[in-house]
């Protein structure tokens, strides 16, 4: 096995060597002493998934370019060397499921470029450094599966720059979860689940609202479920089971439209099960174990909530509220048809874009993404555009099977952030038939930790007017008749009307061609991609018009631009036509 390790030492001629990656390799045997001798310009050490055994060398510390150091998935033991506090420019630190022991060295604080650690599943031991708190862009904190204990600190509950993952469960950590879990307001994933954690569930947990999944259970957690975990309306999973919490369960609960999983068993809750929203469905809550709950869907098999009936000055209180309330609800009703009526003569049907707020969607994660679009796979692409690629996305199951749309956004593009934002501001404001319609948006990290932009649009099937002009292959499409293509522009000038004039201010798109204009099954045109998109103000002067225009350059596609749109000091709604 010593001799699987002989090209090392040629290695070490290797001056210039930037990257050494041995994953995956069926590696075993004890890592030499001339893992250390290798180029000082060493940036990346990749030799996870192997069988290796031995310990990290102690002169790691000489590689000070290195970024990328992953040993996981071995057998390595012994502890963990301070040396690699002195990789000031690591990045990526995975030493996971291997045998380490020993406690953390305080000196990883000192690697404050560091954006992925991961130390799970080995036999650390002692308490989580407070220096952690220097990680200030770490990303991702892995220290599950190990033997760690006391209290976790303060400053590692106050890293803000945590927005993917953030795990220590199964280890002996007590205590109570301190309130600075509040300033993680970037974290998705939290899993403190199977530790001895005590105290109630901190009110500051509210302000994580983007979090999805959140894990409490296996621990000593008491009091109630705290009505401030209402905001976390991302939520996909919440694992609260086998504490001592107490107290009714929140209906908020019942509006959490991404909720696919909620554990709440082996506690002491009491009062009504609400029957709406996830609790409609037996397979995705557990309720095991809480012996004073009453009520809800006849599933849980709970016994009838009693209800005691009102002495007679408690029944007449609530027949007078009872009066009040529908009464005034009567007239905020007629009050409100009143005055949509009104709105609808004022405007006409034309006006069909009003501002869309963001709260009229729901929200949705790079994580649904992907498995609507199979991993963004070649087979769901539907096209490639300037600045990224359109993707076919299923998503649900069943009878609320649905298709949309998804532009990802290649953000390494000079422009694209910019036409990201400029599509968002354009989209968000109207809404009209002959317009693509947009259904959400995704802004968030990759599993890479990379930055992710999606619009989620209405899937036009047809696809676009070019690829019936122009097929790829014969047959492919029916080139239009003089009828479809004259109804296809009336359907474009119908849009481009709704822009320039039923909206304030005005919109010019910018970047009218056969390939953003899209075709649904009955050949009607839906005007889309607005990422060239100019939102027109009134306060703003024709100085100012041809400063922008001239600092972002000529809009458009060469070909295709109206000729006034060459003029960007005379740049309005008119001049995008003419």
Known sequence: ESRDWDFLTSLANCSSLVLVNLQLNNLSGILPNSIGNLSQKLEGLRVGGNQIAGHIPTGIGRYYKLAILEFADNRFTGTIPSDIGKLSNLKELSLFQNRYYGEIPSSIGNLSQLNLLSLSTNNLEGSIPATFGNLTELISLDLSSNLLSGQIPEEVMSISSLALFLNLSNNLLDGPISPHVGQLVNLAIMDLSSNKLSGVIPNTLGSCVTLQFLHLQGNLLHGQIPKVLMALRGLEELDLSNNNLSGHIPEFLESFRLLKNLNVSFNHLSGL?????????????????????????????????????????????????????????????????????????????????????????????????????????????????????????????????????????????????????????????????????????????????????????????????????????????????????LNIALDVAEALEYLHHHIDPPIVHCDVKPSNILLDDDMVAHLGDFGLAKIIRAEESRQSLADQSCSAGIKGTIGYLAPGMLFPSYFTTFSAMA
């Open 273 to 485: 099960v609400p029957d709406k929203g996830i609790f409609s469905n037996a397979s995705a809550v557990s309720l095991t174990s809480n012996d004073m709950l009453c009520g809800g869907p006849v599933f849980f098999h709970f016994p009838t909530c009693p209800y005691p009936a009102p002495d007679k000055p408690a029944r007449h209180k609530l027949i007078r509220i009872l009066v009040f309330t529908v009464a005034g609800a009567f007239i905020l009703l007629c009050v409100s048809i009143a005055i949509r009526c009104y709105i609808r003569k004022s405007r006409g049907d034309a006006r069909q874009g009003q501002e869309n707020s963001p709260e009229m969607f729901q929200r949705i994660s790079y994580a649904e993404l992907h498995l609507a679009t199979d991993s963004f796979s070649v087979e769901n692409l539907v096209g490639r555009g300037s600045f990224g690629s359109v993707y076919k996305g299923t998503f649900g199951s069943g009878a609320n099977l649905s298709t949309a749309a998804v532009k990802v956004l290649d953000v390494q593009r000079q422009g694209a952030t910019r036409s990201f934002i400029s599509e968002c501001n354009a989209l968000k404001r109207i809404r009209h038939r002959k317009l693509v319609k947009v259904i959400t948006v995704c802004d968030s990290l990759d599993h890479s930790g990379s930055q992710f932009k999606a619009l989620v649009l209405e899937f036009i099937p047809n696809g676009s007017l070019d690829k019936w002009l122009h097929p790829s292959t014969e047959g492919e499409f029916q080139t239009p008749s003089l009828m479809q293509r």
